[in-house]
Every structure is written in structure tokens, then in C-alpha cells.
């Protein structure tokens, strides 16, 4: 069964400064999906990728899927308190969005 | 728009005891599925259904079980609960294409004793 792997497990981050966060598959990705969890709340969908070397960003935030769609970066640009939060990557165990298995997370923190 | 609904939101149960949690979603999604947070570890899929009457086994299925009689609606069961069922469960939903994502639900925090 396919594996995801994120890293780094956690991280703290001056405010202002940029930061990535990785997540690497034991197979190939047909959907890879990012999401963020304030602590103690549920998730919110972020954005998702599909295609070899796609890119996409939503305000600050943007990720990437590289060519042999193995890998996804999420990188944050001029971190906010707002990102603080625990980000998850999620993927497609087949051809469609049947079936989610998920990473076991990056938890941000971001320090005034 | 209220998305997906979980209840109870919190709950505690002695070992041995059975429940189910609720689970509804009102935007007409095909797909949907429950998981389990644990510290550390991510989000872990226990069941997952396409469809109503149609369900399956996800990584950790063992200890719980589910039915989809209708789109809306998709309880998880615990059959004996036992301490290592202590978790939050989140149960969520998605159109068949995901181009939005799953919707998640807030969760159940649940203390098995």
C-alpha cells in the first residue's frame, strides 16, 4: 500500500521568514491533496495537484508536484500567525478520490 | 450550508460498551469516510464508502463497522470499545472528481476508560 512521508515533523519559524514543507510517496501520485488543522479543530482543504509539475497557490501558500509526481512541496511565503497549524498531505490510492490515506503531518509554529 | 455534521462532539465510554457515531453530510457527495486521529500519527482511514450500499475497509477497520443505507448518512459503529479507541474521529465526504477536496467534518473526541 502506498506510504506518505512528510517532513520535517515540525518546525518553528520566525515570523516573516519562508518556509517548506515536503511530503514524498512510495508510489506514484494521482491526486495529491494538501490540507491545514488549527489544533483541535477539523481540516481545511487547501488546494489540490494532479498533473506532473503542476503549481498552485493560494495567497501565501503555494505547492508544487514534481515531474515524476512522487513528490509535493508546500512552501509559505512571509509566514503569518494565521499559519501556525498542523499541514497534512493526502493522496488518491487509485484513479479516483475514492480512498484519502494521509501523512502524518507538519506541525507549524510561527514566532513573533 | 452546514457540510458535515459529527455527533456527539465529545464522549465517554467503558471498556466494553457499544456506540455509534453519527455522521451527515447535505451536499449530495458520493463519497464518504471516516478516520481516526491519534497523536503523531496523522489522520488513519477506518472505513470509507462510494456510495450508499457500498462500503470498504480502509487501513484500520478492525473493531468498527459501518452501513450507508442513504447518501446522507454514514454512522461508525463500535462494536466492544476498548482503550485504543480512544481518539478524535473525523468523518468526511467529497464529490467522486475531489478537485475540492474532502469536507471535513469537526470531529468526535472520544475517551474510551
Known amino acids: 500500500s502506498q506510504e506518505l512521508e512528510q517532513s520535517p515533523q515540525s518546525l518553528i519559524v520566525q515570523e516573516g521568514k519562508n518556509l517548506t514543507i515536503n511530503c514524498t510517496s512510495s508510489k506514484t501520485l494521482y491526486g495529491l491533496y494538501w490540507y491545514k488543522q488549527k489544533y483541535g479543530e477539523g481540516l481545511i482543504f487547501l488546494m489540490m495537484?494532479?498533473?506532473?509539475?503542476e503549481e498552485k497557490s493560494h495567497e501565501k501558500i503555494t505547492a508544487k508536484l514534481d515531474e515524476k509526481k512522487q513528490q509535493s512541496s508546500l512552501h509559505i511565503t512571509a509566514s503569518q500567525p494565521s499559519h501556525a497549524g498542523i499541514y497534512l498531505c493526502?493522496?488518491?490510492?487509485?484513479?479516483?478520490?475514492?480512498?484519502?490515506?494521509f501523512g502524518s503531518g507538519t506541525r507549524l509554529s510561527i514566532r513573533p | 450550508n452546514a457540510g458535515v455534521t459529527q455527533t456527539p462532539k465529545f464522549q465517554v465510554l467503558k471498556t466494553g460498551q457499544s456506540m455509534t457515531l453519527q455522521c451527515a453530510q447535505d451536499?449530495?457527495?458520493?463519497?464518504m469516510s471516516w478516520y481516526r486521529q491519534d497523536p503523531g500519527m496523522g489522520l488513519r482511514l477506518i472505513h470509507y464508502?462510494?456510495?450508499?450500499?457500498?462500503?470498504d475497509q480502509g487501513e484500520v477497520p478492525n473493531g468498527y463497522n459501518v452501513s450507508r443505507s442513504t447518501t446522507e448518512d454514514f454512522p461508525l459503529r463500535l462494536l466492544s470499545a476498548a482503550p485504543s479507541q480512544t481518539s478524535v474521529y473525523f468523518c468526511?465526504?467529497?464529490?467522486?472528481?475531489?478537485?475540492?477536496?474532502?469536507?471535513f467534518g469537526s470531529g468526535t473526541r472520544l475517551t474510551v476508560v
Open positions: 451536499m449530495n457527495h458520493e463519497y
Open positions: 468526511a465526504s467529497s464529490d467522486p472528481q475531489g478537485y475540492y477536496g474532502y469536507t
Open positions: 495537484l494532479q498533473k506532473g509539475g
Open positions: 493526502g493522496a488518491d490510492q487509485g484513479s479516483s478520490a475514492s480512498k484519502i490515506i
Open positions: 464508502s462510494v456510495g450508499a450500499g457500498i462500503t
